[in-house]
Each structure stands twice: as structure tokens, then as C-alpha cells.
């Protein structure tokens, strides 16, 4: 493939069309030169985990673009503090760069300490802080030393890597906490819920349906998380792992060094979200909790069901698109798509394995384009030759479906929606279908003529 067919040569091993030749996909490779990748940077992936620990302080210490790039960077939603909707920083300026940060980082973390009294303090270093060499873990340990709050270095500078590096750079942080709180009172009927984010408040939905099955849950890490939960998470049974781009590498760990089985799960979608709570079930053998995961899943279903079904009519045999940050959320949504009578044309991720891309390719139809780090031009390219009815991506991709006048479904952490559990697929039949089937689309000039019915949006009332 060339520049002019959409895709730099370069590109070419990271994309596959189902059906054209044995399957092969390169990934975990450096973003192409030339490309403008989807990807975010190493600073980036380790706020994205660790901005949702609630009652720690989150220092950026670099210039303030940083920290207002990512500045409530997920809809991460809380129960108590809203410390980490704080955005602070050391505000680096050309001073600093040529003497040294050290001293404002060190000043900013007690006058915070100091003002808040935080559990913890987490300090980002950026790309600035990696090129001029400040000691950031000898102020961390000083300022711990003598206030006694943990003040925990996250190696996120941005050049290191890409987005995946930040996730390890956060989990390591994580690590520091774990293991140094009281487990003495933890059930034995005990998880974690790693990779889940409380976006919307999808952790308190997940959270109550384990608490009706009779599981406890220790931790959450890290929506709606809290320092004191994470230093005694390593007393739970099990980790039951969401986000296994973010979050596998700190449950191998804990499984190395505590013993931890972890399962990887996804809450997205009815077939996940069920598979997963009988998951944990039949982890535990336990004949308690293997009824109360058939009873929560009959419940919810009961109610969940005949309100999907006017959806599932309206939007019978239109087509999607899918570019996520994991692939593992890809999984889910391809079998959420079908539970609503739509198929898969585009399917990709900013940071699957070989194994995600090996299973992924088993679960499409023949004719789906498969891309591992695409772009902007690569991805309008392919919305145009499949012609699909709808993009589901992040907030980097909404402007350019919107442009291409093709509905668009958020899916990434920005979002207030929420779309786990039961009850968040309701709401992303809903948001789908009120995105599909909006009547502006006969006014897109390459929807015009086509049909689409200037259908009133009514069916919430239906339903």
C-alpha cells in the first residue's frame, strides 16, 4: 500500500482484512514515523489509572501543560474526596529547567501535605524532569520521612514509551502501597476489581452486583479508589482484572508475590457481564455464591430485555466501526454490537498483543479491517470504503466521524455515561440508536439518498 491509497507503506503489516491470505498483524511496535498516532504518551497512560484514587494528592511536577492536559482526565466519579479532580503542579519554567526543580518539588509537596493531609501523594514525572535529571524519588523519600504520608515517584516521563509504559509506571506506583495495610477482617470470599475506573459509576453498579452474590470486595483499583483499601488489597481471594491492558501486569505480581489467581473479565456487554460474575462464582465453588450469581443475572436480564428489544429492531444489519484503547474492550463490543443486530465492518486498538489480535480475528466476520495503532487518515480511509453507520472510539476520534457524517458512540474514558453492567447496556442501545437514527444524517452528503428514515426519537418512552 501507498500514501495515496491512505496508508503509509510502513503501516502496512499492522492492518488486515479478514479473509485476504493467512492472518498476520504486527503490534507493539513504536508509532510510525510520519503517522499521527492515536496513541497518548507514557505521562498520560499512568494518569489515566492512577487519577481515581480519590483521597491521595496528584502532583504533576513538570510545566503546567501537563497537568492541564490531563486535568479530569477520566469520569471517574467518587463517593467521598474529590482530591484527584485537583489538577497541581510544580509549574516548571525556564528558572527550574536550568537550576533544577527540586526545590519547587519539594515546596509544593508539604505546602499540599500540609493543606490537605492526603493518604498518599503521587508525583508525575514528565518529559522535562527525565531531560534536566531531577531526583524526584530522593524528594519523595525526604517528604515521607518527615510528614509520614507516602509519597510515591511515578516514572511517567513521556518520551520513555507510549501509553502501555504509563500503565506499568502506574501499577509499579501501585505496588508501593500494597501489602502495608491490615488484612486481619477480609472475608475469604474476597476480590479485587482491577482496570475498573468508575466511569459514571460503573464500579458502584459492578460492586453491588458482587455484593448480592455474597462476595466482598476489598479494593477497586482505582475507580473510586482509597489509599487505606489498596494497602490491605493483597488480603483478598482473588483479582478480577477489567482493563487488562492496564492492570494484568500488577496482578501478576501480586499473584508472584501473594499468591493472587487473577481472572480477566470484561463488564461490558450482557454475555461479558454475566460470564463474569459466574466467573467469580465458580471460582469460589461455593454453592451460596453460584445461586446468588444466577439470581442477580436472572433479575437483571427480566428487566434489561424487553427494553433492548425496540432497539434491536431500529438498528438491525447497520454497521460499526470500533477503535478503542484495549482490545480486550474490542471483544465486548463486537458481542454487544450483535446482542443489538449490528455487525463489525473495523475493529482495532492502540495497544492489543498478538493474543488480542489472534482472538479478535476469530471473532469477526469475513471482510472486517483489523489495524493495530492506526490514524486519523487510515481510519477515514476505511469508514468510507465500509461505508459503516457508526464509529465507537474516544474523544480523539469524534470530530473526524462527525465530519465523515457517520454517528459516533464515546467509549473511552472521558465519558459521564454509563455503559457497564446491565444496566449500561441500556444505555449504549440507547445512545447507539439515538446517534443512528437521528434524522440529521439525511442532511450528510454522503448519507443523502439513502434512505434513512426521519425517525421521531421515541423509543425511550416505548421501551
Not at 496508508?7 to 511496535?29: D, H, M, P, S, W
Not at 501543560?65 to 474526596?81: H, K, Q, V
Not at 489498596?230 to 492496564?246: E, F, P
Not at 501486569?249 to 461479558?272: C, N, Q, T
Amino acid at each position: 500500500m501507498s500514501k495515496s491509497d491512505g496508508v503509509i507503506a510502513a503501516r502496512a503489516g499492522q492492518i488486515y482484512t479478514k479473509g485476504n491470505g493467512e492472518f498476520a498483524l504486527a503490534c507493539e511496535k513504536a508509532s510510525t514515523a510520519g503517522a499521527v498516532s492515536q496513541r497518548a504518551c507514557v505521562f498520560c497512560g499512568s494518569r489515566v489509572v492512577l487519577y481515581p484514587v480519590t483521597d491521595a494528592v496528584h502532583v504533576v511536577h513538570g510545566p503546567v501543560g501537563c497537568a492541564a492536559f490531563t486535568w479530569d482526565i477520566r469520569g471517574a466519579m467518587s463517593s467521598g474526596l474529590e482530591l484527584h479532580r485537583n489538577s497541581f503542579s510544580t509549574d516548571l519554567r525556564e528558572n527550574e529547567i536550568i537550576h533544577g526543580g527540586e526545590p519547587r518539588l519539594e515546596e509544593a509537596l508539604r505546602h499540599l501535605i500540609a493543606k490537605f493531609n492526603p493518604k498518599a501523594a503521587f508525583v508525575y514525572a514528565t518529559c522535562i524532569v527525565g531531560v534536566i535529571g531531577d531526583d524526584v524519588g530522593a524528594i519523595a523519600k525526604k517528604v515521607t520521612r518527615d510528614t509520614g504520608v507516602p509519597v510515591i515517584p511515578v516514572h511517567s516521563e513521556g518520551f520513555r514509551g507510549t501509553k502501555k509504559d504509563g500503565y506499568r509506571a502506574a501499577c509499579e506506583a501501585l505496588e508501593t502501597l500494597i501489602g502495608t495495610g491490615d488484612t486481619s477482617d477480609i472475608s475469604p470470599l474476597s476480590i479485587n476489581i482491577l482496570g475498573e475506573f468508575n466511569l459514571a459509576g460503573e464500579a458502584w453498579m459492578i460492586q453491588d452486583y458482587y455484593r448480592r452474590m455474597g462476595i466482598e470486595v476489598v479494593s477497586v483499583m482505582t475507580g473510586d479508589g482509597r489509599v487505606d483499601d489498596i494497602r490491605r488489597s493483597h488480603g483478598a481471594a482473588l483479582n478480577v482484572v477489567q482493563c487488562s491492558g492496564s492492570m494484568t501486569s500488577l496482578a501478576k505480581d501480586m499473584e508472584r508475590d501473594y499468591g493472587i489467581p487473577f481472572l480477566r473479565v470484561s463488564y461490558f456487554g450482557i454475555e461479558d457481564v454475566s460470564q463474569a460474575l459466574y466467573d467469580v462464582a465458580d471460582f469460589f465453588a461455593n454453592e451460596d455464591v453460584k445461586r446468588g450469581a444466577e439470581k442477580v443475572v436472572r433479575e437483571e436480564l427480566l428487566e434489561l430485555m424487553p427494553r433492548m428489544a425496540p432497539y434491536r429492531e431500529k438498528l438491525q444489519g447497520k454497521s460499526a466501526a470500533i477503535y478503542v484503547g484495549g482490545a480486550f474492550k474490542a471483544f465486548s463490543l463486537i458481542k454487544a454490537l450483535r446482542t443489538i443486530g449490528m455487525r463489525v465492518a473495523l475493529v482495532g486498538s492502540q495497544t492489543g498483543n498478538s493474543e488480542d489480535y489472534k482472538l479478535l480475528e476469530q471473532m469477526c466476520d469475513p471482510g472486517t479491517v483489523i489495524v493495530d495503532d492506526s490514524n486519523p487518515v487510515e481510519l477515514s480511509r476505511f469508514i468510507i470504503e465500509k461505508d459503516v453507520d457508526l464509529f465507537i472510539g474516544g474523544v480523539k476520534e469524534r470530530p473526524m466521524a462527525y465530519k465523515l457524517g457517520v454517528a459516533f458512540c464515546d467509549h473511552n474514558h472521558e465519558r459521564k455515561i454509563a455503559l457497564a453492567g446491565f444496566e449500561g447496556m441500556k444505555n449504549f442501545a440507547e445512545e447507539v440508536y439515538r446517534s443512528v437514527c437521528s434524522p440529521v444524517w439525511q442532511f450528510a452528503p454522503r448519507r443523502a439518498g439513502r434512505g434513512i428514515p426521519a425517525s421521531g426519537l421515541h423509543i425511550q418512552a416505548e421501551a
